[in-house]
């Protein structure tokens, strides 16, 4: 069973290493290539620093993904995962207590082992491209603050699922879909009050004619709007962005700093409809009860497979604990859904689709959302050379290059 599970681990591996890998050739082969949907944005300069960037961004990502692979898979398969869980039961006998030991001990380790591709990223490569403006004290802050918050919050959901598992040993895997499904509502209404203000500050938009814009734009969609919010994202970084949050009727728009200096208010406006068109087309709510959905079903598959021999069997073990074999089925379960990868970012490429006409319905002008596409896309240095196979698999969005070809033709 260990060499099935081990051959399946390094196919899977071995697949994301070779697309990657692929889609950064086609960048070094094609890179220098001004595509004629973009000769007005950018010219051969600025492309040569959009694929640097990509190129470097890409090449650290295989370096990443190699040592996250060889750490992962001798923790599994080389016997760190049986000596682990001995050592967790050695320290509380307690079937709560251990098993919150257990998942907390693996996120501390994962988040410290994360800490030197972090700071690389950030204060090299972000560094090196004009991106990064935050402080060796304020990443750590945030490091500090973002660790704490995961560990307490996952060590109190591992508590609760897991009294849930001791309380109903036969019905736990619809209580605890209820508790995962219900903290994760919650966190969703509570994080822009209690966590966001941890990050970032936020306060209402004050440009004047633009908060109209939005009132008046969100209105004529039936939308009904709360607050609209500026972040200080430039803290930290030159990126820019744009949302809409809530789950509730009413919904908040938050603006990053850096895109109210990149764009223009039309421009803004075209990007806000297009969020607004995710809303509108329920794409939103669909995710979620997908989400849910996938949560029943992983819930269920879990309580069947749990007790089964098999499952220590994968990764060569003959015993192991309730929390152990749990984490051998999640990584099974990733490496096994890994083909599903392209299905699920086809249909999220075709609700793109659909909040970009949205957008342009509502809006009324194509080209202002082709032209803001057309400027994040160059101020946040994206790939416009992404290798097609490689799009196909992991895009969440279609091509920039092609996305802004679909608007500009309706122009
Ligand atoms: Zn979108």
Do not use: C
């Not at 196919?11 to 595509?35: D, I, M, Q, Y």
């Not at 320290?91 to 994360?114: H, R």
């Not at 750590?140 to 973002?146: N, V």
């Amino acid at each position: 069973m260990r060499d099935v599970a081990l051959s399946v681990y390094v196919a899977v591996v071995a697949a994301r290493l070779g697309l990657s890998w692929l889609n950064l050739r086609h960048l070094t082969r094609r890179g220098h290539e001004v595509p004629a949907e973009l000769r007005g944005e950018v010219d051969a300069e600025k492309l040569r620093k959009m694929s640097d960037y990509t190129a470097e961004r890409a090449r650290f990502g295989l370096v990443h993904a190699v040592a996250s692979a060889l750490v992962t898979g001798a923790f599994l398969f080389g016997g760190g995962l049986g000596a682990y869980d001995r050592w967790v039961q050695s320290l509380s006998g307690s079937f709560v207590g251990s098993g919150v030991l257990f998942v907390v001990g693996l996120l501390v380790a994962g988040a410290v082992l994360e800490v030197p591709f972090q700071l690389y990223g950030d204060f090299r490569i972000e560094q090196r491209h004009g991106f990064n403006r935050q402080t060796a004290g304020l990443w750590w802050s945030d490091w500090l603050k973002s660790t704490a918050l995961s560990l307490v919050l996952t060590g109190l959901l591992a508590a609760g699922a897991l009294a849930l598992v001791r309380a109903a040993p036969g019905t736990w895997w619809l209580w605890v879909t209820a508790l995962v499904a219900g903290v994760g509502l919650l966190m969703n209404f509570l994080s822009p009050y209690v966590i966001e203000p941890l990050f970032n500050k936020m306060e209402p938009l004050e440009v004047s004619g633009l908060s109209e814009g939005i009132r008046a734009m969100t209105e004529k969609a039936g939308v009904h709007l709360g607050r609209v919010l500026k972040v200080d994202a430039s803290r930290r970084s030159s990126h820019s962005n744009a949302y809409f949050t809530g789950l509730g009727r009413v919904k908040r728009v938050v603006l990053f700093d850096t895109l109210l200096s990149q764009m223009s208010h039309a421009q803004i406006l075209a990007v806000l409809a297009h969020e607004l068109g995710h809303w509108k087309k329920h794409h939103v709510l669909v995710r979620m009860l997908v989400m849910l959905a996938l949560l029943v079903g992983a819930a269920y598959l879990a309580f069947t497979l749990v007790p089964s021999p098999a499952v220590p069997g994968l990764v060569g073990l003959s015993a192991a604990s309730f929390p152990s074999r749990v984490v051998v089925l999640m990584v099974a379960a990733s490496s096994l859904s890994f083909p599903l990868t392209p299905l699920f970012s086809a249909w999220s490429r075709r609700d793109e689709r659909e909040a970009d006409r949205f957008a342009v319905d509502l809006h009324g002008h194509a080209g202002d959302l082709a032209d803001a596409l057309a400027k994040l896309g160059t101020e946040n240095l994206s790939n416009l050379h992404p290798h097609p196979l490689y799009a196909k698999f992991y895009y969440s969005h279609p091509p920039l290059v092609e996305r802004i070809g679909t608007l500009r033709a309706l122009v």
